[in-house]
């Protein structure tokens, strides 16, 4: 399975972004997806996960309420849409993937992943 993300970029604060991320290979509807992010200096961090339909969703507290992750099983696509950035938004995103389905936040757990994506919110 390879995960292709794109959509990253250069955005004032305050600005939105789409990231997406297109699977090929595998079963796509029967992998839960995260997008996981990580900024110069630290640690990977969890953002966003679906389930396997688009009836669940988490979010880290930092982001609720201004990303919103989304699936089309059809078109093996994931995406979280970014509102409302803030210069600590400032990342390289990955998408990731988990064979088994579960929902789970920790990046450890997951199959498949990403090149990243560069965000970047200047103030």
């Known amino acids: 399975v390879q995960l292709q993300a794109s959509g990253g970029g250069l955005v004032q604060a305050g600005g939105s972004l789409r990231l997406s991320c297109v699977a090929s290979?595998?079963?796509?509807?029967?992998?839960?997806m995260g997008w996981f992010r990580q900024a110069p200096g630290e640690e990977r961090e969890f953002v966003a996960l679906?389930?396997?339909?688009?009836?669940?969703?988490y979010y880290a507290g930092s982001v609720k309420g201004r990303f919103t992750i989304s699936r089309v099983n059809a078109k093996s696509t994931v995406t979280l849409q970014m509102n409302s950035l803030k210069p600590e938004d400032t990342a390289v995103y990955y998408c990731?993937?988990?064979?088994?389905?579960?929902?789970?936040?920790?990046?450890?757990?997951?199959?498949?992943w990403g090149q990243g994506t560069q965000v970047t919110v200047s103030s």
């Open positions: 990731a993937g988990r064979r088994d389905g579960a929902v789970v936040a920790e990046g450890r757990g997951y199959d498949y």
């Open positions: 290979g595998g079963t796509f509807s029967l992998y839960s």
């Open positions: 679906i389930g396997r339909s688009d009836s669940r969703t």
